[in-house]
């Protein structure tokens, strides 16, 4: 039982689960559910779907997560970066709105379930970290903009179209003269409002004697007073007559059954974009899983996460949905309201059900504008300014990791913006590891450490040079350090001595073994012996199955400081490294 909780971990907390427990999952999940029906509203069709499938999506997906998850407070469901990513990616192959754009979107979640799924079961999570934390932070400040953007011809009442700003920005411009006042007015008055809930509606509450818990979560679901409010001007006014768009109707009925087409040209265009979703959603998914979790000292397995997200997917799948991912709002709010396990989440989901079959009548006069606000308010909170500035000061070259991301997402799309950033990471990455940074180091007086001579006063011996190779050496490297060490050996002519300070070094490949048996050797035809110091036990344990130890010059010692004091003190006999008995107890470094 034990085993299989592991993969199913809904055995695990449901031994233990209690009345308590009950209640604060019902609290949690009335919260959520309040607050997330007009957003996944917004969210599907910010997606270029019919308002109903952002419902479908936050019901069978969420029980499945439930099921397989391992975050106790993960709210799942459509969020705003992956319903862009959906948009781009069906928008490829089909209409939005049309039949073959919404089978798209249901094959979208298939692959990236069956994607996620594959991922969890061969334990891949750590092929996330591809994405590095610049390039993900760009990626997402920039869809923030183009999704805030896109949204603007909902507050204006007009017609645009694009993937990225260039496109969307022209088209806005071009039917600007076209704006519906009385939409314009609805969008710019929700706006104010869900920006006044969010930062001046808790101190009101609180100055009124509420707690400061019940008012910060009552100002959460301040959409959902927007939204009547919204909704009743445009029955009393009566204007959709005056041209304000609504949502229309909206099936009553609990999530279809839904069967994803199984064309095999369709899920070959849709399999790139697939994965770029999956390991997208995965990285933002865990990244607030964890962060939650920590809060709480509990513990989320990565793997297992990606089951859960897969099982969410795959569900979506089949009940008409789209691709879903874990949020940081919905999962924010979830943890404020007290959800003590993944069971709120499954009771979010027969609210939202709930709502589906018989409160969808009440929101056919919300108006779009309504809806774009929501987004805009939204998203507005993805856009972070500061990070940008931090790297640039960090490191300029995962900076320019970021400004690439940013500056492709904006400019050509959402999937050749995350593949320019990982592209570029991948590459600087190998440039840092092609280049690694090493030392010629002295000892620090009166102690044994040994230090860069370029940033501390060391004690030095002309006839001895120490370097300190602070990366495991590779093939990517090995001939760097081939031409490392003989400008140093020029440098120093009176060396007689050279010791590799191996203390960073994690493995040697056999490409940079084979460095080795060649600066050896040249070393010593330069009449300069080669020594180890500091050498790791695994890293020794290759080497004796070499010749290399044999053919050694030198010799290998257990440290630097060893080294240091047998070679000055002029003891050194030459004796070959085989022989040599200062590597003793090889293993424990």
């Known amino acids: 039982m034990k085993h299989l909780a592991r993969y199913v971990p809904i055995l695990d907390w449901g031994r233990g689960y209690s009345r308590e427990t009950l209640t604060n999952d019902l609290v949690a999940a009335a919260i959520v ?59 490829s192959v089909a209409a939005p709105g049309s039949a073959e754009y919404i089978a798209a979107a249901l094959v979208l ?25 610049p390039v993900v932070s760009g990626f997402i400040t920039a869809s923030g903009i183009i999704i805030a953007t896109s949204q603007l011809k909902g507050i204006f009442g007009i017609p645009a179209a694009g993937e990225a700003i260039p496109e969307l920005a022209s ?111 995965f990285v933002e998914s865990v990244s607030v899983a964890q962060t939650l979790a920590a809060k709480r000292r509990q513990r989320i397995d990565p793997d297992q996460e990606l089951i859960g997200l897969g099982a969410a997917n795959i569900a979506a799948s089949l009940s008409g949905g789209y691709p879903v991912t874990g949020g940081f ?34 929101l056919r006069s919300l108006p779009i504008a309504t809806l774009s606000a929501t987004i805009i308010v939204a998203v ?91 990366e495991s050496l590779t093939y990517l490297n090995a001939r760097w350090l081939e031409e490392f060490v003989s400008e140093a050996v020029a440098e120093h002519p009176r060396a007689r001595h050279l010791v590799l300070m191996c203390s960073a070094v994690n493995s040697i490949d056999a490409s940079a073994l084979e460095s080795l048996e060649a600066i050896n050797h040249r070393l010593l035809d330069a009449g300069v012996r080669l020594h180890l110091s500091e050498v790791k036990g695994p890293v020794m344990d290759r080497l004796e199955r070499s010749s290399f130890l044999s053919d050694l010059g030198g010799q290998v010692f257990l440290s630097q400081d060893q080294a240091f004091g047998y070679l000055t003190s002029g003891t050194d006999e030459g004796e070959p490294a085989q022989s040599n008995d200062l590597w003793m107890a090889r293993g424990l470094i």
């Not at 969890?120 to 590095?132: D, P, Q, R, T, Y």
């Not at 929700?190 to 707690?211: D, E």
């Not at 910060?216 to 005056?242: H, N, S």
């Not at 979010?348 to 018989?358: D, E, K, Q, Y």
Request: proline share 7%; aromatic share 6%.
């Open 380 to 470: 507005l909170s993805l856009i972070d300014l500061r990070t940008p500035r931090m790297i640039w000061r960090y490191s300029r070259a995962d900076f320019a990791a970021m400004a690439v991301t940013i500056a492709t997402t904006l400019l050509v799309g959402v999937e050749p913006g995350v593949i320019a950033g990982v592209a570029l990471s991948l590459a600087l990455y190998l440039w840092r590891a092609a280049r690694p940074h090493a030392a010629i180091v002295g000892r620090v007086p009166e102690t044994g450490h040994f230090r860069n001579v370029k940033r501390h006063k060391v004690i030095t011996d002309p006839n001895i040079l120490t370097i300190r190779i602070d």
């Open 329 to 362: 709002a919905r999962s924010v709010v979830n943890f404020d309201a007290g959800a003590r396990t993944p069971a709120a989440g499954a009771f979010t989901a027969v609210g939202i059900a709930v709502a589906a079959l018989f409160l969808t009548p009440l």
């Open 171 to 281: 088209t806005l411009f071009a039917n600007l003269r076209h704006t519906n006042l009385p939409t314009l007015l609805i969008g710019i008055v929700s706006i104010a409002f869900l920006f006044w809930t969010r930062k001046g509606l808790k101190p009101v509450l609180t100055a009124t004697g509420l707690q400061p818990r019940a008012a910060d979560l009552i100002a959460k679901a301040g959409p959902i007073a927007v939204v009547a409010a919204a909704t009743l001007a445009v029955v009393l006014l009566d204007l959709e007559e005056r041209g304000v768009k609504v949502v229309g109707d909206i099936p009553q009925s609990l999530p279809p059954f839904t069967s994803p087409a199984f064309d095999a040209d369709l899920w070959r265009q849709l399999a790139i974009p697939a994965l770029i979703l999956s390991i997208i959603g």
């Open 33 to 91: 559910t309040v607050m997330l029906i007009p957003q996944n509203l917004a969210y599907a069709m910010l997606a270029g779907l019919p308002p109903q499938v952002g419902l479908y999506a936050s019901t069978i997906p969420i029980i499945a997560y439930a099921l397989f998850g391992t975050s106790r407070t993960l709210a799942v469901g459509p969020v705003a970066v992956i319903s862009l990513m959906t948009l781009t990616a069906a928008s």
């Open 109 to 133: 979640a298939l692959l990236s379930g069956l994607i996620l799924l594959l991922m969890g079961i061969l334990k891949l999570g750590f092929l996330a970290n591809l994405l590095s934390h």
